[in-house]
């Protein structure tokens, strides 16, 4: 097969997928692994076997970039699962590097939300050809021609070529395994769906006689072996025990040999002894190699552009626990090992960006926004680190002398009383509503266009103002000027002022004055706050105060003790509630909020003043 005169494979495809958060991604992918009949008949299988980290798994979204290969009527197709959420986009940028092609997968009922045009909109400017599946075709409040509306809108508004707009469309129920290729069909199957695949999606460019280019684009590890390097050959071909050269980003160029190749099947790794342009494979035997890198002839290597990651725009700071219980919990407690863990992570997220501090206790780490850095939190505590973190801040640019902020586009889905709400909470966090959609359902969607910094701490309002019933995404917009000061946090903190055991007597007089954030029985320590106040200032208290003994009885009857209960304070909720003088504390066991200055006399009285520029 040619195309622009450049000759193509027949017989792979490399198809990444694209879906918003919970659109049925995984569970599409099920599907096609169960029906290309990879798995053995009698053979385990689990529901979204794609979601093999953890945090996938209770979060129900993509974090990590992953592949799976199926062959169909002779034709391998690799898939590509990519991050739905605009956080992880250095994933989402390597591995479109790897596919010639993009399956968007929309909602029947939801349609186009915001990481569906972050990830489209980055395939488009590759100059992908898209194939539009619309899965969740049985939902009772489905709107299938609405959608398809929509997402040619999207396609015209993100500036889609004359031939990435004329896109084949399937129909789909990835839960029931049907796909058809128009509503009326009776499928019983995904056929349609491999069908079009094959047929609408190109292969990889081939020239055998090319000079060998691998990019890597993807890092592993392996007991056997060590490090592994997943990406595609763009040309060529690489060998098993051949020498090659290494071409790093930083323009260093080093012999090294292939030891060990590796490509799909399924989602397992098998053994190959060559692998052509247009495979996509994992390399092993190379321990110093990094993404962006390229393997290349050893006579006359070429390496190929480095890869283009979008710069991040949320800054928080990583510190050694300085509590009074520091190190009873962690097993990593210390900066040398803190430092370790931040450079290991760089080695295979190139989207992070870690800075040494003032401090040689403490690190700067940029991500691309709070999720992306409450996920690496929350995978160093299970891996046995101890820490502290500062409250999130944005990364603003000088450009041409003035000071730039970013920016986000921000989509909110919520019942029509609500709209007042939660317009008044945006505009004083400067947001500026550019949309609005009814759907004549009693919901409405609106767009705003708000900084960065708004975003810090909104969700929790979002919810409590609209009970629960509210639906937000952001996406980043690029940068803007600077756009004034906004409102930081105007409760203060109730903060246990002695080391002890919240105690229920303390806490039922404390509840009066505020939210509290422990349970009784929880251990306290002199700075940390276990509650938030009623007012705009911070207040000490006795948590650990119990009821004095006596044999005289009180006048009447002694008032029973009932606490209300308290807020659960998770890691997300606590780096969006705390102030830029408290700190979260986290460890394998616990997630605790603090003052930087533990003593209280020594702690300036809080004021409640505008945000600053972070």
């Known amino acids: 097969m040619l195309q622009n005169g450049t000759p193509r494979r027949v017989d792979i495809r490399n198809v990444a997928i694209i879906a918003h958060v919970d659109h049925g991604k995984t569970t599409l992918i099920d599907a096609l692994l169960r029906q290309s009949g990879i798995f053995h008949v009698k053979e385990q299988l689990v529901d979204r076997v794609m979601d093999s980290f953890e945090l996938e798994r209770e979060r129900g979204i993509t974090i990590l970039a992953k592949n799976a290969a199926i062959t169909y009527r002779g034709v391998k197709i690799n898939f590509v699962d990519t991050p ?34 972050f990830v489209l909109k ?41 031939e990435q707009l004329e896109f084949p469309v399937v129909y789909t129920n990835a839960r029931a395994g049907i796909a058809k290729r128009d509503l009326a069909d009776q499928s019983e199957d995904l056929r349609p769906l491999f069908d079009l695949i094959v047929s609408a999606l190109p292969g990889p460019p081939c020239d055998p006689t090319a000079t060998v280019q691998f990019q890597v684009n993807n890092l592993d590890y392996n007991d056997y072996v060590g490090r592994l390097a997943i990406g595609r050959i763009v040309s060529g071909e690489l060998r098993t025990a051949s020498l090659y050269t290494l071409c790093r980003v930083d323009g260093s160029q080093v012999p090294c040999k292939v030891m060990q190749l590796y490509s799909w099947q399924g989602l397992k790794r098998v053994e190959v002894d060559a692998a052509q342009a247009g495979d996509v494979v994992a390399v092993a035997g190379i321990e110093d190699i990094h993404i962006g890198d390229t393997i290349s002839d050893r006579e006359t290597p070429k390496p190929l552009p480095a890869l283009h990651i979008d710069e991040p725009t949320i800054a928080m700071i990583f510190a050694v626990n300085t509590a009074p219980w520091s190190g009873r919990e962690g097993q990593f407690v210390t900066s040398r090992r803190l430092r370790e863990r931040l450079w290991a992570e760089l080695r295979k997220n190139v989207s992070l960006r870690v800075e040494e501090t003032n401090s040689p206790d403490s690190f700067r780490v940029m991500g691309r926004g709070e999720l992306q850095l409450a996920i690496l939190i929350e995978t160093m505590r299970r891996e046995g680190y101890e820490l502290q973190v500062s409250k999130p801040t944005v990364i603003t640019k000088e450009i041409a002398g003035k000071t730039q902020e970013p920016m986000e586009l921000l989509l909110v889905d919520i019942p029509e009383d609500y709209i007042g709400v939660v317009s008044q909470l945006l505009a004083v966090r ?41 639906i937000i995404n952001s996406l980043f917009n690029g940068y803007a000027p600077w756009q004034g000061p906004i409102q930081s946090r105007t409760n203060g903190a109730l903060v246990s002022d002695r080391e002890g055991v919240a105690v229920p007597y303390a806490l039922f007089h404390l509840q009066e004055r505020g939210i509290l954030f422990v349970p009784a029985g929880t251990p306290v320590y002199e700075g940390m706050v276990i509650g938030e106040y009623s007012r705009d200032r911070d207040l000490d208290v006795n948590a650990c105060r119990e009821k004095k003994l006596s044999n005289m009885r009180a006048v009447g009857h002694d008032e029973a003790v009932r606490l209300t209960p308290h807020r659960e304070m998770g890691l997300e909720d606590a780096l969006e509630w705390i102030a830029e003088e408290e700190l979260v504390e986290v460890t394998p066991q616990s997630i605790r909020l603090r003052k930087k200055i533990l003593q209280p006399h020594l702690r300036p009285k809080r004021k409640d003043k505008p945000e600053g520029k972070g």
Do not use: W
């Open 84 to 117: 739905g959420h605009a956080d992880f986009g250095g994933e989402v940028e390597r591995s479109l590097a790897m596919v010639d092609g993009v399956m968007l997968l929309v909602d029947a009922s939801e349609g186009p939300l915001p990481q569906t045009r």
């Open 122 to 162: 980055k395939a488009l400017e590759a100059g992908l050809p898209p194939l539009v599946c619309i899965n969740k075709i049985d939902r009772p409040d489905a709107r299938i021609s609405e959608v398809l509306d929509e997402i040619y809108d999207l396609f015209i508004d993100l500036d889609a070529t004359e």
């Open 430 to 470: 400067r947001g500026v509503m550019t949309k609005m959609d009814h759907f004549g359902s009693g919901r409405v969607r609106l767009e705003f266009s708000i900084p960065s910094r708004g975003l810090i701490g909104f969700r929790s309002h979002f919810l409590t103002d609209t009970r629960g019933t509210g």
